[in-house]
């Protein structure tokens, strides 16, 4: 085991601009909170970033962005690894923990184009970019009319897109339009009862071994208690109605005082049957809270609309 307060630590990361500035923000953290410590990040590709022509959800969901990097930390050729929380799986390999949530950045999906300045503007058959079921959903319940065009890779790549003209609108994460500095190409913030935020989204997490006590100890400086509940019970919600990452559910859970209430939506894959509900409990137990939204959901069909779509998507591929 390892003894004496840390000196070093390695941080595994993907190198898109996001993670890496995600990466950098732990560092900076760290660095301000424990000083001497030399930190160094590992940069890893993944299988998720070296299979960008075809759908996530049709070939295993985004657990393919963690992978590598969770091998590598069972390894212990890294110290810790730092995630996107919308990208993490509900079940983590045996010997990992999320040592830690960051204070979530705004959660919600945003609406970028170069011409129309909101999301219902957008003219009849018009063409959005996004690469996400939950999406994908969301926005034909709104719009059947729009034609959804799978778009994959970074924020970078999917703006370059947008400027070529290949599609007419982009649907993007507010958090990391942000921490990328690129707000100014935000044409609209899509209001959480428009689209409903993916499990996590805009939170960053920090996933360590185990039985590093060293590590675990160091890393929780930096969890947010209120983000942590939030996003557990959201976490919570998936594990319960067995969607994985890639699935159409949108879930967000909020807090005031010490009541958490979560929100939830399942949508069909054409996006026109939609089931909301709405819980609250105490803070104190998230997990209650979660089950009481998922049992509800259950009872008008959740599971089955959910077998439907990936029915639907295997037929389409």
Known sequence: MHSGPLKTLIIGTRGSPLALWQAGWVKE???????????????????????????????????????????????????????????VPVTLPKGLVLGAMMARED??????SRRWTRFFDLPQGARVGTSSLRRRTQLLHHRPDLKIVSLRGNVGTRLKRLEE??????ILAAAGMKRLNCEHHITEYLETEILLPAVGQGCVGIEARDNRQ?????????????TQIC???????????????????GVYGTM?????????????????TVL???AEGSMKDPGAVARHLGDRLIRQGAQKILQEVIEAMDNEG
């Open 29 to 87: 953290r760290l660095t301000a909170l424990v000083p001497g410590i030399q930190i160094s990040f590992k940069e890893i590709k993944t299988t998720g970033d070296k299979m960008l022509d075809v759908s996530l959800a049709k070939v295993g969901g985004k657990g393919l962005f963690l992978k590598e990097i969770e091998e590598a930390l069972l390894a212990g050729e890294v110290d810790i690894a730092v995630h996107s929380m919308k990208d």
């Open 107 to 112: 959660p919600r999906d945003v609406f970028v």
């Open 165 to 170: 003209g290949s599609v007419d609108a982009i």
């Open 214 to 226: 060293d590590v675990l100890k160091l890393i929780t400086l930096l969890n947010d208690p209120q």
């Open 231 to 249: 996003v557990e019970a959201e976490r919570h919600l998936l594990q319960i109605l067995e969607g994985g990452c890639q699935a159409p559910i």
């Open 256 to 272: 005031v005082q010490d009541r958490l209430t979560l929100v939830a939506k399942v949508l069909s894959y054409d996006g026109q």
């Open 276 to 278: 909301a509900e709405v």
